[in-house]
Every structure is written in C-alpha cells, then in structure tokens.
C-alpha cells in the first residue's frame, strides 16, 4: 500500500514535470535506479522517462554540476549514458521539494554493480576520448600523494593505536 509521503512525493513530482517540461504524465512509479537520492519512472504523453532527485545537502550542488557533463557525452555520441531533458527554459534541472531533480530519457533495466571490468574499462575509454571544448571537468590523479598523506598522517601525529593502523591499512 502506498503512504501518504509518497503519494505526496509523486503528487508533487506530477505537478513539477507538468509545470517545468510540459508534460502529460500518466503513471510515476519509484525505479531501482542511482545510488542516492530518490529516482522514479514515469510515463508521460510525450514517452517515458526517469527522474532521478537529490535531496542529500552535501551532494546537490555536485549532481548539479555533473549535468552538463552528462550532456557533453551525449551530445557527442555516448549512447549508453541516457540523455537529459530540458526544462522548457533550457535548464538541465529544477529545483523539486528540498531537493534538485532532472529528467532523462529512459532506458531499461535496475541498478547493478555487477559489470564486467571489460564493458566498464570499455565505456571508460569511450569517455575519455571526447574532447572536453573548454568544459571545466575535475580530474583524478592516479598518484600515491593520499598514502603519502595517510602516512605522513600516521607518523607524525600521536594517534590511538587503532587509528594508526586503520591508516596503515
């Protein structure tokens, strides 16, 4: 039996994507989908779609910041990550209850961590090949400077001994 919160939850999310992107929804059903927030599936008019919100305050602004990244790929031929739709004032997302919520296009299956090392590295290289056209993107240093960090941290510092050898795991 579905609560009232989450009656409310899919109210509100019917009345945003009807306001925000026009359009005609006809079911919103929650979808085993991401790995925070909230996602939902939903059927529109227009086609189906998944809405994926985040309501964690320490991770709004990087989900946020992580949309145009998205539509990069896309935009340059990444077909296995799902296009976002727009608002219908060409945002990326909205603002959804104490959260931030986007809509992209659908695309089949639930949450899995069970992927080959070989379709990953595979979609990785795929990424990488694109040309970022001046996109300001974070990087990762594949260095030692965090054990250094870890050690210097352990060595240093008079630290309880389980501390120290949690860090010299």
């Given at each position: 039996m579905e609560s009232i919160s989450s009656r409310s939850r899919t109210g509100a999310l019917t009345a945003l994507l009807s306001s925000e992107y026009?359009?005609?929804?006809?079911?919103?059903?929650p979808a085993k989908r991401g790995f925070y927030?909230?996602?939902?599936?939903?059927?529109?008019d227009e086609g189906r779609y998944f809405v994926k919100a985040d309501f964690w305050r320490h991770h709004k602004e990087s989900y946020q910041a992580s949309l145009?990244?998205?539509?990069?790929?896309t935009s340059r031929g990444i077909s296995f990550v799902p296009r976002i739709a727009e608002t219908r004032d060409g945002r990326l997302c909205c603002p959804f209850q104490e959260g931030v919520a986007a809509v992209f296009a659908y695309a089949a299956g639930d949450l899995s961590e069970d992927v080959s090392v070989t379709q990953l590295y595979d979609h990785l290289a795929k990424v990488y090949l694109l040309d970022s056209h001046g996109m300001e993107l974070k990087t990762e240093a594949f260095d030692i400077a965090p054990l250094l960090t870890f050690q210097d941290l352990r060595d240093r510092i008079p630290l309880p001994d389980e501390v120290g050898r949690a860090l010299s795991q």
């Amino acid at each position: 039996m579905e609560s009232i919160s989450s009656r409310s939850r899919t109210g509100a999310l019917t009345a945003l994507l009807s306001s925000e992107y026009g359009m005609q929804v006809k079911t919103v059903r929650p979808a085993k989908r991401g790995f925070y927030g909230e996602t939902w599936d939903v059927q529109a008019d227009e086609g189906r779609y998944f809405v994926k919100a985040d309501f964690w305050r320490h991770h709004k602004e990087s989900y946020q910041a992580s949309l145009p990244a998205v539509r990069q790929m896309t935009s340059r031929g990444i077909s296995f990550v799902p296009r976002i739709a727009e608002t219908r004032d060409g945002r990326l997302c909205c603002p959804f209850q104490e959260g931030v919520a986007a809509v992209f296009a659908y695309a089949a299956g639930d949450l899995s961590e069970d992927v080959s090392v070989t379709q990953l590295y595979d979609h990785l290289a795929k990424v990488y090949l694109l040309d970022s056209h001046g996109m300001e993107l974070k990087t990762e240093a594949f260095d030692i400077a965090p054990l250094l960090t870890f050690q210097d941290l352990r060595d240093r510092i008079p630290l309880p001994d389980e501390v120290g050898r949690a860090l010299s795991q």
